[in-house]
């Protein structure tokens, strides 16, 4: 009677266990849904950078590193153009600057919306021909991948 109930008893437990194999896995693409859900996709891991700020260790300072050498160089370049002349007025001008994965840059200017006075296309040319032979930007990161990041810089052109 001891070996029927012994094998009744582990014939039972098999049964038993096969419930807990029973669940399904969930598929690829779900998995996939459930990780993209949990991704802030309006941060990045790593600020685009140059190499001359990639020897900074604090993240906040190399970003600031790079944003400073950004506006500095942009600054630079147009101060030895004819827009403070064009446009006397203007002392400021915002730049929205493009960071492509490939670290291509791209620039285009930010007028406010209700500025009807600049020669926009005129002004879009002047930075279009100023704001090249950048050094190389090292794009943003993203989960290790290179991702495009925008982002706006108020750009001096009066020094006085």
Known sequence: MSKKLLVF???SLAVS???FFDKKAP?????LQKEL???DWKK????PSIDACEVITDEAQRK????????QTIQEKLSVDTLAILYP???TIEVKVTVFPDARLEFEPQFPKDSV??????IDSILHTRLVDFPKVNPAIKRGIPVKTQFVLPVILKTE
């Not at 598929?27 to 998995?31: A, G, M, P, R, V």
Request: aromatic share 22%; hydrophobic share 40%; charged share 30%.
């Open 27 to 31: 598929s690829e693409d779900e998995l």
């Open 17 to 19: 266990s096969c419930q």
């Open 9 to 11: 008893f582990f014939f």
């Open 44 to 47: 990045v891991d790593a600020f």
């Open 117 to 122: 006075a600049y020669d926009k296309i005129k």
């Open 89 to 91: 007025e203007i002392d």
């Open 37 to 39: 859900q949990k991704i």
């Open 64 to 71: 600031q590193c790079f944003f400073e050498y950004l506006t």
